[in-house]
């Protein structure tokens, strides 16, 4: 027997029944009643001498000022008056105050028709002193350009001997120099008496 036959069968026999089902039930249910809309609720039609909620609570605020000024009208006047200010002396007028002399200078006539006398203007040329540098130029090219004799070599070999014992040499003082060194330190070292004794050899 073909088992894989029969459920298939079973299966769409299930499939139809349950459509079936699902029509007659869809063709049982009583169609559904229109929607009417529902009339809005109508206000109340509104008292010509009644106020509203606004119009009480405005007429509560200006009871309420009329009343605050009652009461401090009531308090200025157990007060009584300030009293009243001492006149203050008039100001002096300002034409008594500003000063009379008058700062105008008289004028004065000058004539600018007269000569004006300038320093003569100096003259500066740069080729005036290009022959000069030239012939320095020149003439120092020359002075190197021969060759070197026994003289030069002596001249050179003393002056590079000459500057070491420049930079070595020990400075001599004279006795001048040593004798303002000895009095500069008493006067401005410590007093005797705080030096340390300096053991004799």
């Known amino acids: 027997m073909d088992f894989g036959g029969l459920l298939v069968l079973g299966a769409v026999w299930l499939l139809f029944n349950l459509l079936g089902r699902a029509r007659g039930d869809a063709g049982a249910r009583p169609p559904s009643a229109p929607r009417v809309p529902q009339p809005r609720p109508q206000q109340s039609p509104r008292v010509p001498g009644e106020l509203d909620s606004t119009q009480r609570e405005g007429s509560r605020l200006d009871q309420l000022l009329r009343e605050l000024e009652r009461n401090l009208e009531q308090v200025g006047g157990t007060q009584g008056r300030p009293a009243a200010r001492l006149p203050l002396p008039p100001l002096p007028d300002d034409e008594d105050v500003e000063e009379r002399e008058s700062l105008e200078m008289p004028a004065r006539v000058v004539s600018l ?85 300096q053991d004799p050899k």
């Open 113 to 197: 028709e007269t000569e004006v006398h300038r320093p003569e203007r100096v003259q500066y040329s740069q080729d005036a002193g290009a022959e000069e540098l030239v012939r320095r130029r020149i003439a120092s090219g020359e002075a190197r350009s021969g060759a070197l004799t026994r003289a030069d070599h002596k001249k050179f070999d003393a002056r590079i001997r000459q500057e070491p014992a420049d930079h070595t040499a020990v400075r001599r003082y004279t006795r001048a120099q040593l004798r303002d060194a000895v009095v500069w330190r008493e006067i401005l070292g410590p007093p005797v008496s705080q030096r340390e004794p």
